[in-house]
């Protein structure tokens, strides 16, 4: 192979290995919201209780967790806020609702 190929694919290799954990990251990122997000979606069309949601949202979390650098817990933290506040404020919806 000639030498400025050899440099070419040796830069876009160095590249692509700086990259690799970012895309891992938002693999897993992704697996986990689609996961949290049936969840959630289960929890609010009343097919899960409030403690199996518990449940469910922290296996999710635990599976995660392993994975993850410190860097990458910031946009965990944020998801995990997100969908806290779902599961808070159905939970409040169901409690006026009983309520009334």
Not at 9 to 23: E, I, Q
Not at 36 to 52: D, I, K, Q
Not at 84 to 99: C, L, Q
Request: glycine share 4%; aromatic share 6%.
């Amino acid at each position: 192979m000639h030498a400025l190929t050899m440099r070419v694919f040796g830069k876009v290799t160095f590249l692509l290995d700086l990259l690799r954990p970012a895309c891992i990251l938002a693999g897993v990122m992704e697996v986990f919201k689609t996961e949290t997000r049936e969840v959630l979606n289960r929890f609010l069309h009343h097919r899960l209780s409030f403690p199996n949601c518990i449940v469910a949202l922290d296996a999710a979390l635990a599976g995660l967790v392993p994975q993850l650098t410190t860097e990458q817990i910031p946009p965990l933290r944020a998801i995990m806020l997100a969908n806290n506040a779902t599961v808070m404020e159905e939970m409040e919806r169901r409690w006026v609702g009983r309520r009334n």
